[in-house]
């Protein structure tokens, strides 16, 4: 019973306007769905290395125990490493490699143009510590998780994203039961994981369609044919939102639109619960996404 | 703004009429948790201000439920959502049986009362309520939601009325009960169930102006009428009870769709006069198969709608035709 979020402004050139202060109100009012952690990710934030051709690596690392040191965070600390363009992609590779190697480090994903956060622990928690509501860009995903098929640390909360591809986030509601098919197919295309959680295989997968052909609607479709069990996604890259659902529908994904007006920009908003556009307003075209289908926004 | 007409007609039947605001109870709980950080203070603290206020207690368990799940008692929806229904239990054995609940703010499990026995109770809701609304609802009287439901409205209900003047998201009347004591639970949903309505549901009746993919998933009785849209892929794998929603609906597998008979309209005729009043229908009395056009309305301040229902189907289990 995890809750999933999403927005997109309408017009994707308001820097100003704080779209994690949406996101934070849509992930609040569906709390009540999971606790086990938290996590958001925003695109287009405007930070400056959004627009150079640098990015980071984002990784957890498990800090030893201090009196500072809470349950909620586990622990673990957020490092964004980010990588000069200069540097080669051997090098990088090496870095990667090694990372993953080290038990105290859990690794997220490359990321350019996404601010990526997530921990254990409520959304409160993660304003707190990432101050979320402040956020801007153009869109935006968020995740409520409850544990079902993997340990509750902040390496298996979402966003998963991925180091096959920079800038891909993806936040799931259900069980992909041919999870371990789909992993190793992927694996032995020499793509790493780096969780346990099934939910990482649809930002791996995606991540390899779109390296092959560049098209997302078709990445959906194809995920949404090899696919088993009861899903509901959200997936956004730098200029995509996707609300994806599994053929029969057995997970909710509805969608609603708010027309903005007082100075608030137009939006389109995603969630589990009905309740979760309503607290922001997304009352607007009201309906559930189509079962097998991908619903997909553009920037 | 909830319907005029049934809200002056639920005020002036009643002699009794028990208003709760949930902020209230929100704004004590919070109040508590601004003042005292240990959480097990703070529970004692709430029962304490809850026994005094309301004349109510809550179980012990939820303390420690509410620190696994929220790091403390006082941010817990579970305090209140147990609050609301420890204090609507109270007031209906106290004998009032007509309760406002205002501010509800999509709370989970409103209207969960646990009573073996049929309880008399009339109940309007101001705002949205969330998952499992009603579930387990063994009443008699009308409950009135003014706005959306989410999952599981009237879940493994057994009998009472309900009317949701916004969406519900799915899974309304969801094994949906008959019973020797029972026939199960009525809902009318205004704006339509996004889907699955009726899922697995044995009896009731549900009236609503749209159902989405897969109603009527492993139904075993009870009727479903649609009045809205035409849906997708309904009744797989039902096994008994009837569906009747526009030409056009498509079936999914274990489902048949047949032309209406002269019992339909009778079937219909009594379904729709639950909601005779509600629906302000036209003259349901001269319904037949002659005469089989209905007018009604599901919204006092839009027109009226006029349904034909010789362009609507029925839909049954493969096996029963």
């Not at chain 1, 902040?154 to 096959?164: D, E, I, K, R, Y």
């Not at chain 1, 992927?186 to 930002?203: H, N, Q, R, T, W």
């Not at chain 2, 339509?192 to 897969?214: D, P, S």
Request: hydrophobic letters at 40%.
């Amino acid at each position: 019973m995890c809750g999933i979020c999403g927005i997109i402004l309408k017009d994707h050139d308001n820097p100003n306007f704080s779209i994690g202060a949406l996101l934070y109100r849509m992930m609040e009012s569906q709390q009540v769905r999971a606790q086990d952690s938290a996590g958001i990710a925003i695109f287009n934030t405007g930070d400056a290395h959004c627009n150079d051709l640098s990015y980071n690596l984002n990784y957890f690392i498990k800090s030893p125990p201090t009196s500072m040191t809470t349950t909620a965070t586990g622990g673990y600390e957020l490092i964004e490493e980010k990588i000069p363009a200069s540097k080669p992609i051997k090098e990088q590779s090496l870095l990667v490699s090694k990372l993953s190697k080290d038990d105290s480090v859990s690794i997220i994903g490359y990321s350019n143009k996404m601010k990526l956060v997530k921990n254990m622990g409520l959304v409160k928690d993660l304003d707190k510590k990432y101050n979320i509501r402040s956020m801007k860009g153009s869109h935006g995903i968020g995740h409520l998780r409850i544990a079902t098929s993997s340990k509750v640390d902040p390496g298996n909360a979402h966003p998963f994203s991925t180091t096959v591809l920079p800038d891909i986030a993806v936040v799931h509601n259900g069980e992909i039961t041919n999870y371990s098919k789909l992993r190793n197919l992927l694996e032995i295309k020499g793509y790493p994981f780096y969780s346990s959680c099934d939910s990482e295989v649809i930002a791996v997968f995606l991540a390899d369609q779109l390296l092959m052909h560049g098209d997302i609607q078709r990445a959906h479709d194809q995920f949404i044919r090899k696919a088993d069990g009861p899903f509901t996604y959200i997936a956004a890259t730098p200029h995509s939102l996707s609300l994806v659902r599994d053929k029969f529908g057995t997970r909710k994904g509805i969608i609603g639109y708010n027309r903005g007006g007082e100075g608030n920009p137009a939006f389109w908003a995603m969630a589990t619960d009905l309740s979760a556009l309503d607290i922001v307003g997304a009352n607007e075209d009201v309906k559930a996404a189509s079962p097998g289908k991908s619903l997909i926004f553009t920037i | 703004m909830i319907n005029k007409l049934i809200e002056a007609q639920f005020k002036k039947n009643s002699k009794m009429c028990y208003t709760l605001d949930i902020d209230e109870i929100r704004a004590i709980v919070k109040d508590i948790g601004s003042r005292v950080s240990n959480p097990i203070t703070q529970f004692e603290n709430i029962n304490n201000s809850l026994e005094k206020n309301y004349g109510v207690k809550l179980p012990y368990g939820l303390n420690q439920v509410s620190i696994e799940k929220f790091g403390d008692v006082a941010s817990s929806p579970l305090i209140i959502e147990r609050a609301i229904n420890s204090i609507m239990k109270k007031i209906i054995v106290e004998g009032e049986t007509k309760i406002v609940l205002k501010n509800p703010k999509a709370l989970y499990r409103i209207g969960i009362l646990g009573f073996e026995d049929t309880v008399k109770l009339d109940l309007i809701v101001e705002g949205n309520v969330g998952n499992f609304f009603g579930a387990f609802c063994n009443f008699d009287g009308t409950w009135i939601v003014d706005g959306n439901a989410e999952n599981g409205l009237a879940d493994k209900g057994y009998k009472g009325k309900i009317i949701i003047n916004g969406f519900a998201t799915e899974l309304a009347c969801q094994n949906n009960q008959t019973t020797n004591f029972s026939s199960g639970v009525n809902v009318l949903i205004k704006k339509g169930c996004m889907e699955r309505a009726m899922g697995q549901a044995r009896g009731g009746k549900l009236v609503t102006f749209g159902a989405g993919y897969n109603s009527g998933l492993y139904m075993s009785g009870g009727v479903l009428l649609n009045l809205g849209l035409p849906g997708e892929m309904f009744g797989p794998g039902m096994v008994g009870g009837i569906i009747y929603s526009p030409e056009g609906t498509t079936i999914a597998e274990g489902a048949v769709i047949a032309k209406l008979t002269l019992e339909d309209y009778s079937i219909i005729k009594e379904t729709l006069r639950v909601f005779e009043n509600e629906l302000f229908i036209e003259a349901l009395d001269n319904f037949s198969m002659e005469n089989p056009t209905l007018s009604l309305t599901n919204n006092i301040n839009k027109n009226i709608q006029k349904f034909n229902m010789h362009d609507f189907i029925k839909i049954v289990p493969k096996t029963t035709n």
